[in-house]
């Protein structure tokens, strides 16, 4: 029996045992059956897959002439001979994951050379003579989403296997590829054609550093023109229909599908610098991804675009990556990442944050409604918020270092002021907002259970201001009272005073100093990058003056009492400070007047 046969070969390739017999023997048992129509017609259009219970269409409606698949061989030209008790999909999906896992085995050093080459030369049979790789292709439109899933892993391990250990790209692959992306939007099969893509790119990512850029550039130097050419077909157009309100439409699997392949593009960007145009695309053209957010999409379409372009700003790859900054050195990173935050901040100035709703809940543990007694009414997806102030202080910041122009502050001061009044209109039903009486508080309150986003959102007011205080200076040496007065009022009327902003944040975690300590020593964020140019003492005046705002702020705060005690922090902590933290304030506050006094 066939799959018996299968499922030996399965133990033995899982267990690392060689393959005895030839390996036309193990081609034959790995050749898909797809059943033909009477015609013999060498077109995709003409193929049938055996019947299953999970539904497996026909292949009626999909354009793939050039992609031809020939007759099967007399051992799997049909499943007549199988024990009936297995059904003919079960043996599809074995066959696809035993073609996966030799991929993996054929790359594995950890593997004896013997067994890798013998699984190399079942590879070269399956595509070289039963064209396994046109079978996987017509597999990808299959109504199973299992089969279909299986089918574009398989797919993608067997073009990179041939891109690796030949140097080639898969001609059926290729011309598929084209053909689909140029097609859209008539043609089908475009989410399928995405995953694959994607998986690929994903995989060469994952190799060493001095193979990477050539199996890349093999890759993408084909497809450059046509991926450009979609990202508008795709985006460039009004996103009302019916059709993307639910996230399990085609028009919604397609965008879907290709916001990871445009993460993966942006990965392949960051880690490996190549002159394509479709890694430069997102950056700009953004204000498609821009108009896309602010549609009538489905939520969760809406989420994974503004989590792409967070990426972006802090150019990161991945999320367990660093922020890149070493990355602008690259001057066409730079040009475009400055293209990209002029796009940004042109329509936040627009009042774009306000056509964003936040409410809706993308997705629930275990299923798609709210537990039974959650109330999530009014309550704002905290991540996406996160991530859309995020996006908006990296690019103020970057358009800061950049140049800082007259006009340029007045931007910057209505950015702020647009992101002020979204922050309040979000977290008002929030306990912990009802208390905030201070502009710079809203960022430690925003970002307090994000660590590494609340150090990127913190560094980027910093620089600012050092930035606008910069300016100021050398504008005039000397600076009057009055205009010192007027400066440290606009900086905390716009929520940006780094002095303040960084108390806030010390007493959002009770003045704890075994946390600061932990931001010391993380990798994670870049809190030691941010002390490094954020020096308290330097400018003791205008730390005098943060504290004196944050004292006042708890002498309105403890007027309110919660049975004799003092109001919880958000993590539940009293916001009073231990008296080692409150001797340290009441020190820079004299400090400070000494400073300021006529005998100094």
Same mark, same amino acid.
């Given at each position: ?451 590494? $986003? ?8 910093? &620089?600012? !201001? #050092?930035? +606008?205080?910069? /300016? *100021?200076? @050398? ?42 300590? $932990? ?8 809190? &030691?990058? !941010? #002390?490094? +140019?954020?020096? /308290? *003492?330097? @400018? ?61």
């Amino acid at each position: 029996m066939k799959i018996s046969l299968l499922q030996q070969m399965y133990k033995d390739v899982l267990v690392g045992i060689p393959l005895a017999k030839k390996s036309h023997h193990y081609t034959s048992l790995l050749n898909l059956c797809v059943e033909q129509s009477p015609e013999r017609d060498e077109s995709c259009n003409q193929m049938h897959l055996p019947s299953t219970n999970g539904g497996i269409r026909s292949q009626q409606d999909t354009d793939m002439s050039d992609v031809v698949v020939p007759t099967t061989d007399d051992v799997s030209n049909s499943f007549a001979n199988m024990n009936s008790s297995f059904h003919p999909r079960e043996v599809m999906l074995l066959q696809l994951t035993l073609i996966k896992m030799m991929v993996a085995k054929a790359e594995s050093q950890e593997i004896e050379f013997n067994m890798r080459q013998k699984y190399c030369e079942i590879f070269v049979l399956l595509l070289k003579e039963a064209k396994i790789d046109s079978k996987l292709i017509c597999l990808l439109s299959s109504y199973d989403q299992l089969l279909s899933h299986m089918a574009s892993k398989s797919l993608a391990s067997l073009v990179y296997f041939q891109l690796k250990e030949e140097n080639a790209l898969n001609v059926s692959w290729l011309t598929f590829s084209v053909k689909t992306l140029s097609g859209f939007p008539v043609s089908t099969q475009v989410a399928e054609c995405l995953w694959t893509l994607t998986t690929i790119i994903k995989d060469i990512l994952k190799e060493k550093a001095s193979l990477k850029a050539g199996i890349l550039k093999k890759l993408l130097a084909p497809l450059d023109a046509v991926l450009e050419g979609f990202y508008n077909s795709i985006l460039f157009h009004h996103f009302d229909s019916h059709h993307y309100t639910s996230p399990y439409s085609e028009a919604a699997n397609n965008l879907i599908g290709f916001i990871d392949l445009l993460e993966a593009l942006l990965a392949s960007r960051i880690e490996l610098e190549l002159p394509l145009g479709c890694q430069r695309v997102l950056f700009l053209k953004v204000s498609y991804v821009l108009n896309l957010i602010s549609s009538s999409v489905h939520y969760l379409i809406k989420k994974k675009s503004i989590m792409l372009l967070k990426k972006c700003v802090l150019y990161k790859s991945r999320e367990d990556a660093k922020s890149g900054s070493l990355f602008l050195q690259t001057p066409s990173l730079y040009e475009d990442t400055l293209a990209l935050s002029n796009a940004v901040l042109q329509v936040v100035n627009l009042t774009w944050l306000n056509h964003i709703p936040l409410s809706e809940k993308a997705s629930y543990f275990g299923g798609s409604e709210a537990a039974p007694g959650d109330d999530t009414r009014g309550v704002s997806d905290q991540t996406v918020l996160r991530a859309l102030s995020l996006i908006v202080l990296k690019a103020l910041e970057f358009k800061f270092q950049n140049s800082a122009t007259e006009a340029e502050i007045k931007d910057f001061q209505s950015s702020m002021s647009q992101l002020l009044i979204f922050w309040r209109s979000h977290l008002k039903s929030f306990p912990q907002s009802r208390s905030v009486v201070h502009h710079c508080e809203w960022l430690s309150l925003i970002f307090i259970e994000q660590d590494d $986003d609340m150090w990127e959102a913190a560094k980027a007011l910093l &620089l600012i !201001y #050092l930035q +606008l205080n910069r /300016l *100021r200076y @050398d504008a005039a040496s000397n600076l009057s009272q009055k205009e010192e007065e007027s400066w440290n009022f606009l900086t905390h009327a716009s929520g940006y005073n780094p002095h303040c902003i960084f108390l806030f944040f010390l007493e959002k975690i009770a003045f704890d100093s075994t946390v600061l300590l $932990d931001f010391l020593i993380s990798s994670e964020t870049c809190f &030691l990058e !941010y #002390l490094d +140019l954020h020096d /308290l *003492r330097r @400018d003791k005046n205008a730390t005098a003056t943060a504290v004196s705002h944050l004292r006042a702020k708890r002498a309105e705060r403890e007027t309110v009492k919660c049975s004799g005690h003092c109001c919880p922090s958000v993590f539940g902590r009293t916001s009073s400070p231990s008296g080692c933290s409150r001797n340290l304030m009441m020190k820079i506050e004299a400090e400070g007047r000494q400073e300021n006094s006529p005998t100094t």
